[in-house]
T-cell receptor
Framework: EDQVTQSPEALRLQEGESSSLNCSYTVSGLRGLFWYRQDPGKGPEFLFTLYSAGEEKEKERLKATLTKKESFLHITAPKPEDSATYLCAVQPLPGGGGADGLTFGKGTHLIIQP | KAGVTQTPRYLIKTRGQQVTLSCSPISGHRSVSWYQQTPGQGLQFLFEYFSETQRNKGNFPGRFSGRQFSNSRSEMNVSTLELGDSALYLC?????????????FGEGSWLTVV
């Protein structure tokens, strides 16, 4: 069974204080690892897709990296508007016996204080 | 380009009733999937439809069902509602099933069962 564990569950940072969010996963075969941002009362907003170990992607203050067992979302010099819940999800390769849908972690609730 | 559109946004139902939620995918996307989000379980995959056929299914009881129309629009139905069905129901779309394409989410339908 595919599993995704995110840590920490919650993180409070000062504006400008860089940090990293962790996503550990177990999957029979990885088709893709996805990062989403979710604001209260809204649907998840797509950030990144990573497909293979060693891959990195950047967008503004965010950088996502991938290894064979985990992914990190690095936040550099965050601003209050970066406050949100960050969700990690994995999609398995076909033929693994499970559904083709995304398996999500519980998320990291990030608060950036001015 | 319009995003994934879900209706209604909010609804309240009584135990034992049934509910139908609607989803219009991003133009050109033919795969529609549904997820349930609760504080305790997080985001969980319900099912995915492509070309009017259910392609994948998560671990939910048969009370949860769906369908897809020829224009790719989708509906999901929950019969004999239980208090535990109170959740945010999210619809997501991607160009086709069976790939690592990015999955885009709508804003969700908030269902409260009383």
């Amino acid at each position: 069974e595919d599993q995704v564990t995110q840590s920490p569950e919650a993180l409070r940072l000062q504006e400008g204080e860089s940090s990293s969010l962790n996503c550990s996963y177990t999957v029979s075969g990885l088709r893709g690892l996805f990062w989403y941002r979710q604001d209260p009362g809204k649907g998840p907003e797509f950030l990144f897709t990573l497909y293979s170990a060693g891959e990195e992607k950047e967008k503004e203050r965010l950088k996502a990296t991938l290894t064979k067992k985990e992914s990190f979302l690095h936040i550099t010099a965050p601003k209050p508007e970066d406050s949100a819940t960050y969700l990690c999800a994995v999609q398995p390769l076909p033929g693994g016996g499970g559904a083709d849908g995304l398996t999500f972690g519980k998320g990291t609730h990030l608060i950036i204080q001015p | 380009k319009a995003g994934v559109t879900q209706t209604p946004r909010y609804l309240i139902k009584t135990r034992g009733q049934q509910v139908t939620l609607s989803c219009s995918p991003i133009s050109g996307h033919r795969s529609v999937s549904w997820y349930q989000q609760t504080p305790g379980q997080g985001l969980q995959f319900l099912f995915e439809y492509f070309s009017e056929t259910q392609r994948n299914k998560g671990n939910f009881p048969g009370r949860f069902s769906g369908r897809q129309f020829s224009n790719s629009r989708s509906e999901m139905n929950v019969s004999t509602l239980e208090l535990g069905d109170s959740a945010l129901y999210l619809c997501a779309s991607r160009p086709r099933t069976g790939t690592g394409n990015t999955i885009y989410f709508g804003e969700g339908s908030w269902l409260t069962v009383v």
